[in-house]
């Protein structure tokens, strides 16, 4: 099992590395990597009894080895000694300022490379414009006690996909990156491409435990479609197949007392409209939208606060042994008027405590929001294709207590770590991100391993 360890550095002209007592006990290492690079060194076991890896200058500046790292994880391996891992996180949209060196999102960043002294990991962030291909090395942007840097690494043990949106990730500029350092390379990449919303439900509608918890959803066909739905359901959702933060949501509800049809949306304001026939809803509301696009959902009789629909995030998250963990819960409570419950259309973050004030009902609902997240999250993993590391899910639970699946997000949004008494979930959740890079690095290095004898 990998462990993390202190490092310290010490200046020296030969490339010698001391490792920590409890490490091995044969000083048989001619090799030390970092990364992609690898290079042969003096190994020794400390001799004093410390319990910490010492590195010399010489050999630091050779491996690119950052020297403003306090801890390091150290790899069991037959062939060299290996620490790290070092992550690479791939994005988009770089600036020239550096201070923000990937704009309005540098905040975001800085907060997750800053855990790498608790987690023993090496991350930085790139894109493709920061990458040397034939000499292996890229020029990543670390976070320090100083603040934003700029330093040269080698090519990393993993890569965590945070591409911003699906058109960047469409570039042909990033699909080369991706295809180079994945297959060419073979370095681990998890947490590829955005989730379509159809492409999961029907993936996951052939599995006995996810079945249980998928709403009607089907691409949209016909108003006869809408028309069967309504009635069965009473209201439905109309929604993009690769939407997010909740844009272009459109509740459709019938009433059958009125004998009329009530579209409910936001844009940049809430919208409640009346229209007589369902053909001139769509008409009106639809009118410049492609619909071949949409989506058509299931309508859900969600439990309610001061008469707001209620829905819950929960995020979960790899750890360094490779399962799955249950990192947040929270509710999201709708704003009046709107259909969806996201912040920046007036929703507002709760505990489940504030939500459910009865302990029985607090543990009970928990209790079924983490064994949902958990069936469709091992679901997912093994019905979707690539490493997935972390899924942010959207639930509902009806009135009779049953827990319904709205959305799976691969690069789930962070706004419900606004609220004051979800912080030490933001931390946990940062901290898994990393710390999943552990095991896939372990994995390769195990599978390399293999392939060599």
């Known amino acids: 099992m990998p462990k993390r360890y202190k490092i310290e550095f010490f200046e020296q002209k030969d490339f010698v590395c001391y490792y920590p007592t409890g490490f091995t006990t044969i000083d048989t290492h001619h090799e030390i990597s ?59 949209g770089f600036t020239n300022f550096p201070v923000k060196p990937i704009g309005e999102r540098s905040a975001v960043f800085s907060k997750l490379l800053s855990m790498h002294s608790s987690v023993g990991v090496v991350p930085f962030i790139f894109g493709q414009e920061h990458i040397d291909w034939n000499q292996k090395l890229i020029k990543g942007f670390f976070f320090t006690k100083e603040g934003w840097t700029q330093m040269t690494v080698p090519f990393p043990n993993v890569i965590y996909d945070r591409l911003p949106n699906r058109r960047s990730e469409k570039l042909k ?50 108003f006869d479609q809408i028309e069967r739905m309504l009635s069965k359901y009473g209201h439905i959702y109309i929604k993009p197949m ?39 809803l769509i008409n009106h509301v639809f009118a410049n939208k492609n619909l071949d ?31 799955w963990k249950i ?38 609902y928990k209790k079924k929001l983490e064994y949902a997240a958990l069936d469709i999250a091992n679901s997912i993993e093994k019905h979707l294709d690539g490493i997935i590391g972390e899924i942010g899910f959207d639930f509902g639970i009806d009135t009779k207590g049953n827990v319904w699946l709205f959305e799976a997000n691969s690069k789930p949004g962070r706004s419900i ?25 372990e994995k390769f290095l195990n599978k390399y391993k293999e392939l060599s004898v």
């Open 173 to 222: 500029t990033s699909m080369k990156v991706k295809d180079k350092l994945e297959k060419e390379n073979f370095i681990p990449w998890y947490n590829p491409g955005f989730f379509n919303k159809l492409d999961v439900y029907e993936r996951l509608f052939n599995d006995r435990k996810a079945l249980l918890y998928l709403p009607e959803t089907a691409p949209f066909i016909s």
């Open 293 to 323: 696009r949409m989506i058509v959902q299931q309508g859900i009789s969600l439990l309610r606060e001061n008469n707001r629909p209620i829905d819950f995030r929960v995020h979960a998250n790899k750890n360094e042994h490779g399962n």
């Open 242 to 280: 690769n939407g997010s933060l909740g844009l272009g949501v459109h509740q459709i509800i019938f009433d059958k007392m009125k004998n009329a049809y009530y579209c409910r949306y936001h844009d940049s304001k809430n919208h409640l409209l009346k229209f007589q026939t369902l053909e001139s």
């Open 417 to 441: 770590f606004s609220h004051p008494n979800l912080r030490e979930f933001d931390f946990l959740t940062r901290k898994l991100t990393l710390s999943y890079s552990i095991f896939l690095t």
């Open 34 to 92: 970092f990364g992609s690079k690898v290079v042969k060194a003096i190994c020794k076991k400390q001799p004093n009894g410390r319990n910490i890896i010492s590195i010399s200058s010489a050999l630091a500046k050779q491996l690119y080895l950052p020297t403003f790292i306090s801890t390091i994880t150290l790899f069991e391996n037959d062939i060299r000694l290996v620490i790290g891992p070092l992550i690479g996180i791939f994005s988009s």
């Open 327 to 364: 990192t947040a819960i929270a509710a999201k409570v709708a704003g009046l008027g709107s259909p969806i419950t996201h912040v920046k259309n007036g929703g507002e973050i709760k505990t489940i405590e504030e939500v459910f004030k009865d302990k029985e009902e607090q543990i009970k």
